[in-house]
């Protein structure tokens, strides 16, 4: 929730995200399943 907020945020201020970075821990691996993040499709479309 919080990663798609600052996004928003951003994007309101006209700047584009091109990349987030992290831990790998397990909440992070929660919201790359909600992204759909795999090893072969490592982006997201906003």
Known sequence: ETVH???EI????N?????IVCDQGPIN???F???KITK???????
């Open 5 to 7: 907020e600052v996004i």
């Open 40 to 46: 072969k499709a490592s982006f997201f479309h906003n």
């Open 33 to 35: 399943e909600e992204l």
């Open 10 to 13: 951003l994007h309101s201020c």
């Open 29 to 31: 691996q929660g919201l």
């Open 15 to 19: 700047l584009e995200v091109v990349s």
